[in-house]
């Protein structure tokens, strides 16, 4: 039997864990990056081998099964998951997916929310022990959705009130921490990322980023190593359970 490992979905070449992976492998986790959006019948790691799952972005919307058949696989595994204790961690898309795998209700946007703007605290989650109450996070979105039942709300904008929630194992963020400064100047080279946005829109962002990472850089490390430590604590319970 393989190793315990970290699976980690992806829905776009572009869309990478960063940070995520970063501090995965701090804690020396295997990890294994699959891209299933399109397969009827992917071929996943043995269930009793994923310690923790990490789903990623894309452009495509969270319940398009139609176009995309691997994202009811996707939800299938995150109910699962969660309801065995496996660490599971979503990011926009992922995000997306964990609700709507849940029951939640997935609608269009009003507008898109692109580029850093503030998010409001609701709770303190041991995830979120540094946050203060308000701080400026990067968005990419169109579709939100709605909170699944018994999930608790941790942070909402402006324009999407349910911009982070938890239930369970599981940990769930419409925005982005995980994006690190070379990640992003991937994105602003990516034509599908940028499409219909100014140059001067462009500049804002990277301009931005500049700006507020001192102050995301410690609060992904935070999030993400406490997600890592999960992981790792899960792994060593499969090992235990084999010997």
């Known amino acids: 039997m393989a190793k315990p490992q970290v699976l980690i979905l992806q829905h776009a070449e572009w869309e990478k864990p960063g940070r995520i992976l970063e501090c995965l492998e701090d804690v020396g986790l295997q990890t294994t990056m699959l891209n299933i959006t399109k397969q009827t019948k992917p071929d996943l790691p043995e269930f009793q081998e994923i310690a923790g799952v990490v789903i990623m972005g894309g452009p495509m919307g969270a319940t398009d099964f139609e176009h995309y058949p691997g994202l009811k696989k996707e939800a299938k595994l995150t109910r699962a998951a969660i309801s065995v204790g496996k660490p599971v961690i979503g990011v926009c898309l992922g995000q997306q997916i964990i609700a709507t795998a849940l029951g939640a209700k997935l609608t269009a946007g009003a507008v898109d929310e692109v580029g850093f703007g503030p998010i409001k605290r609701l709770a303190q989650h041991d995830y979120f022990s540094m946050w203060s109450r308000q701080l400026n996070v990067l968005h990419w979105h169109h579709d939100v959705v709605g909170l699944p039942e018994g999930a608790e709300p941790l942070a909402r904008s402006e324009q999407t009130k349910v911009q982070a929630f938890r239930i369970g194992s599981a940990l ?29 829109q462009i500049s804002q962002i990277r301009d931005d980023f500049a700006a507020f990472n001192t102050q995301l850089q410690p609060l992904a490390d935070s999030v993400f190593s406490g997600f890592a430590a999960r992981c790792s604590t899960y792994a060593a319970f499969l090992e235990d359970e084999r010997r």
């Open 172 to 200: 769930a963020m419409q925005f982005h921490l995980e994006v690190s400064g070379p990640l992003l100047e991937e994105w602003l080279e990516e034509p599908a990322m940028v499409k219909g946005m100014k140059k001067s």
